[in-house]
């Protein structure tokens, strides 16, 4: 894993993991942000393995030979081990980062935040797990595309009821949270959707 790091030296830092290839994206998208929110800095970290470093546990491949091995706690380990000191965090991302980031919150106290970009919270067992969880977040944004849940593969389209089942979680819990819907299926338009989650976070925190 390398870490590439981006905007002022003071104010919160957002922890946001990403694949290598998306690299280029993220930059543009961090600079977004950067500019409409102020005083942050960006700690965007390039896993190894998608599916393995952010996977919190162990779990049948959705798509070919491609299985998830439960990596997460190794990932969380190096952002913590190199996150700055007295500085206040949050966490964020797309896809199975997005699963990471409400994950992390619930084995750390040391994220403010969390923004959770259309996450994979379809991940076996994770919704069941969530409920019974500490989270330790202050503020927690959800969103989805509004045709996610059509997805053809079963496990995939219970991503709708696996969110509505988190918020509901959060708010039982009195977290400050919100969901919101986006237009569209789970590939339309990640990095505009990250770049509304992350400043609302960085905004409402």
Not at 71 to 80: K, N, Q
């Amino acid at each position: 894993m390398e870490i590439h790091w981006y905007g002022s030296c003071a104010g919160t830092v957002m922890v946001y993991p990403i694949d290598r290839q998306s690299l280029q994206m993220a930059e543009m998208l961090v600079e977004s942000v950067i500019k409409s929110v102020g005083d942050v800095s960006f700690m965007v970290v390039c896993v190894d393995d998608w599916n393995r470093d952010l996977s919190p546990w162990e779990a049948p491949a959705v798509y070919g030979n491609e299985s998830f091995a439960g990596g997460a706690e190794d990932t969380l380990r190096f952002i913590l081990d190199n996150c700055p000191d007295g500085r206040r965090l949050c966490i964020g991302g797309y896809s199975l980062a997005g699963l990471f980031s409400l994950w992390a919150a619930c084995h750390t106290d040391m994220f403010s935040g969390v923004a959770a970009v259309s996450p994979s919270v379809w991940f076996p067992g994770f919704s069941d797990r969530f409920r019974n969880a500490s989270i330790h977040a202050d503020s927690v944004y959800l969103s989805l595309g509004d045709r996610e849940s059509s997805a053809k593969n079963p496990l995939l389209a219970t991503v709708g009821d696996c969110i509505r089942d988190v918020h509901a979680t959060l708010s039982d819990k009195k977290i400050p949270c919100i969901l919101e819907w986006n237009e569209g299926n789970h590939f339309k338009d990640p990095g505009k959707r990250c770049e509304r989650g992350f400043s609302w976070l960085l905004k409402n925190i």
